[in-house]
């Protein structure tokens, strides 16, 4: 529970919250009510640094999310030691992505990694110029990819 990938931002960039939760959960944590039910985004403001702060309170989302290292673990496919090896590398290729991020030529606006990635994708669709050809950015798409493909092997999680 103290690799906080899931809550960081770093997987995952959002969480849907049922309309029973909204009351109890909106004491806790900033939510956005959208017709019968809410959200809110992530990073989560409950995350700690021995891991989540309302633990036994938390959405039933993150409640049913099920980390592919811990399935893995849980199936002795895989061993503690490795998987903590997964999340070291995972956290280390994000770092190298997000100082890549600070050296673009515009600032990406949202809060977490996962929607910093989405955004970038989206800009460039965008931009008509071919920024999206120039070598930092054929490196940082390179390096998104290679993050993603271990996100999905890793994490049971792609950003796209």
Same mark, same amino acid.
Do not use: W
């Given at each position: ?11 995952i ?16 944590m ?7 039910s809410?959200? &809110?985004?992530? !990073? ?10 309302i633990?036994?309170?938390? !959405? ?25 090896e997964?999340?070291?590398? &995972? ?13 673009? !030529?515009?600032?990406?606006?949202? !809060? ?5 990635v ?9 931009d ?33």
């Open positions: 529970m103290s690799c906080g990938l899931c809550c960081d931002g770093s997987l960039g959002f969480v849907d919250l049922g309309r029973e939760e909204l009351s109890k959960l909106s004491v806790l900033d939510i956005e009510e959208f017709e019968m809410g959200f &809110f985004l992530l !990073p989560c403001n409950n995350l700690g640094c021995d891991g989540c702060k633990y036994s309170q938390r !959405p039933k989302q993150c409640g049913k999310f099920e980390c592919g290292l811990l399935k893995s673990i849980e199936k002795k496919e895989l061993d503690f030691d490795s998987a903590l997964a999340i070291r590398v &995972f956290k280390h290729k994000k770092i190298a992505i997000e100082k890549q991020f600070e050296t673009l !030529p515009f600032k990406l606006e949202s !809060p977490s990694f996962y929607f910093k989405l955004e970038l994708r989206n800009l460039l669709k965008k008509s110029s071919d920024l999206s050809d120039t070598q930092m950015f054929v490196k940082l798409f390179a390096d998104i990819d290679e993050l993603n493909a271990q996100a999905l092997k890793s994490f049971g999680i792609s950003y796209f």
